[in-house]
């Protein structure tokens, strides 16, 4: 009975050090994120980056997004709705994380389309019909093309214009910058220059929450 | 020939069973957390070793409760594959294995690349090879004597 008993306390004590382990790890992980973007201002906020919503909103989200990510993909019916509620009070600033193979032809292109001003039309396309231009986590351009149908987009002057120097800085800017602050996943959202304590909607929702507090907007 | 073995022999084999048990379960734990919690994302090789790890916990767990040497005979091929696995793999981080040989780049991780060194000399693969090579150790100890 009692050796029943030890090995009992042995296995709580293993998987108890685990969850302390983990704790102190993330903890530890999370200031860091903390600590280095707030020395890295400036990489996070830059004029380039796409804007949606009001410039004088006291919020201010700016998300590392990659076109061909699951997960932004995911996330971004939810991101809309969190600004709808708050059409004021929150901006939300796209950046460029091109982690998946063959994302950087759909950034260019996305850049293009800002070009015509149908950035965001452009996006949300994008995003809702991932599904049939990517394949295993590979971004592919040719089929890209169907989808963009119903954008009403010149699809010549976006594929001449996919080729411009200056959409090749942007995207270098924002890869340099990603690396300044160690964005390593995607969609990663930073609220008035502070990154989530943890990955998920919920704490981006309970950071702008806070960040709304802060600014006496608070509903 | 008799179905039960003796107290004696039961009562002999629980503490290397024990010890074995707990070894599997801190290897487990701890592959959980480089993979889970730190992020690094286990290769092909880690891959094979974690599937000849993760079971011992189970098999020598069922095998503390009653005593039962025979367990032993469960556990050893498993430990055995893996520290198989764990040996070839530590040949390849130190270079005596050419990496070319080894068809690990499909998922994107790379076997030769070591991700974490601590110490100056301590390695996930020489871990791993320490692991099941103490519980082979235990293992054996555990092994049933032949009765005259």
């Known amino acids: 009975m009692n050796k029943k008993l030890f090995v009992a306390l042995v296995a709580l004590l293993l998987v108890a050090v685990f969850m302390g382990a983990t704790y102190v790890y993330r903890a530890e992980k999370a200031q860091q994120a903390v600590s280095l973007a707030a020395r890295n201002r400036d990489a996070l906020v830059r004029a380039h980056a796409p804007t949606l919503g009001p410039a004088q909103a006291p919020v201010h989200i700016v998300e590392f997004l990659d076109p061909a990510c699951e997960t932004c993909a995911a996330f971004w019916p939810l991101v809309k709705q969190l600004m709808a509620r708050h059409p004021r009070d929150v901006r939300l600033s796209i950046r460029y994380a091109p982690l998946h193979q063959g994302s950087l032809d759909v950034i260019r292109l996305l850049e293009a389309s800002r070009l015509q001003g149908r950035y965001w039309e452009t996006l949300e396309t994008l995003l809702r019909t991932q599904n049939a231009w990517t394949e295993h986590h590979t971004a592919r351009i040719e089929r890209v093309w169907p989808q963009l149908g119903g954008v009403g987009l010149d699809l010549a002057r976006l594929k001449a214009d996919m080729a411009s120097p200056a959409i090749e800085r942007l995207i270098e800017q924002d890869v340099r910058d990603l690396r300044a602050l160690n964005v390593s996943k995607t969609p990663e959202y930073f609220v008035n220059g502070r990154p989530l304590p943890e990955f998920g909607f919920d704490p981006l929702v309970a950071l702008v929450q806070q960040e709304l507090q802060a600014a006496g907007r608070a509903r | ?148």
């Open chain 2, 1 to 148: 020939m008799p179905t039960a073995l003796p107290p004696a022999a039961s009562d002999r084999a629980w503490f290397p069973l024990f010890a074995a048990w707990t070894i599997a379960s801190i290897s487990t734990l701890g592959a959980l957390f480089l993979g889970e919690v730190m992020g690094l994302a286990p290769c092909v090789l880690c891959w094979y070793q974690r599937i000849f790890m993760f079971p011992l916990v189970l098999v020598l767990g069922a095998g503390l409760f009653p005593a039962d040497p025979r367990a032993v005979r469960y556990a050893l091929p498993l430990a055995l594959a893996g520290w198989l696995v764990a040996a070839y793999h530590l040949l390849l981080v130190s270079g005596f294995v050419p990496a070319s040989l080894v068809p690990c780049d499909a998922g994107g991780v790379s076997c030769s690349e070591v991700t974490v060194r601590w110490l100056g000399f301590i390695t996930i693969p020489l871990l791993s090879v320490a692991a099941f090579s103490l519980i082979l150790l235990a293992l054996v100890a555990a092994l049933p004597r032949k009765h005259p």
